[in-house]
């Protein structure tokens, strides 16, 4: 992998009269530049800094949250988030490589999403995963919630990865829900867990086969007609057959599939 070039030093913080400013240098690996801007992509980044700063708290004021990092080395030794950086170090950071997210287990877990994913909720769901989502959660609560679980928390909002008490999440780059999912898939390497039609899409409950007699007086009289197959949602008792919406989440998994590589890289 090449080595981040050099920038120009970048002063983060104000200078204090009355105090001696620190100064280290950053790097940052591969996607974790993603959350870099464009002058700093790829760069040793030199930051100064006042008193005793952990290496989180640093790293997060660049603007890369803990919960994307899997390996810190300072000065060539590992270190935790807790580590005081002192003056003159050199600190590179790693994203989590296949290994680090297989241990993760993430389709064990189980997921939860903020208020922005919606959509990516229901085709996780469709896709067998457990995902909690609410439109109306609050970042206190979600943070709770993946604390309490140990879910991983999936979000677009990068502040919100940053609260110490999140110990398992992922920043979502794409807006695009379909893609969303892609990125997913791959991410946690979910191919080969992928166990359609398990899971309410509208309620994230388990779904259970019942007879068509016990749900006959909810159906519309062509499903009556035609189908006899059926799936019951455990929480809200929603129902699910296989109607032509059926064939058409089919060739979504599918595309899905076929767009998704089976592993992350290996590092």
């Known amino acids: 992998m090449a080595q981040p070039k050099h920038a120009s030093p970048a002063i983060e913080q104000e200078r204090a009269p009355d105090r001696q400013l620190k100064q280290a240098t950053f790097s940052f690996h591969a996607e974790l530049n ?13 930051l100064a800094f006042n008193g005793n700063q952990s290496v989180k708290h640093l790293i997060e004021s660049l603007g890369v949250p803990h919960t994307e990092l899997e ?13 005081l950086v002192q ?30 994913l919606g959509r990516l909720a229901v085709y996780l769901r469709m896709l067998g995963f457990d995902c909690l989502y609410r439109n109306d959660y609050q970042d206190a609560e979600l943070a709770q919630l993946a604390t309490r679980h140990e879910r991983v928390l999936l979000t677009r ?33 979910l191919k080969q867990k992928i166990a359609p039609f398990q899971r309410c899409m509208r ?4 779904l259970q086969a019942v007879s068509k007699q016990v749900v006959l007086e909810r159906l519309e009289p062509l499903t009556k007609k035609y189908f006899n ?23 979504f998994i599918q595309q899905t599939l076929e767009e998704s590589p089976g592993n992350t890289s290996d590092e």
């Open 71 to 83: 390996r810190i080395l300072v000065n060539r030794s590992r270190v935790d988030l807790s580590y």
């Open 203 to 206: 309620c994230n409950g388990v």
């Open 87 to 116: 003056d003159g170090d050199a600190i590179a950071a790693y994203p989590p490589g296949k290994k680090a997210l297989e241990s993760l287990r993430a389709a064990d877990r189980g997921f939860l999403l903020d208020n922005h």
């Open 34 to 46: 993603d959350f870099l801007p464009e002058r700093r992509k790829n760069l040793a980044i030199s």
């Open 229 to 251: 197959e059926f799936r019951r949602c455990l929480e809200c008792s929603q129902v699910y057959w296989k109607g032509s919406h059926y064939q058409r989440m089919l060739r």
């Open 157 to 189: 909002d990068v502040r919100l990865l940053m609260r110490s008490a999140i110990q398992h999440g992922y920043w979502v780059r794409s807006k695009v829900p379909r893609q969303q999912l892609i990125e997913v898939v791959r991410r946690f390497n």
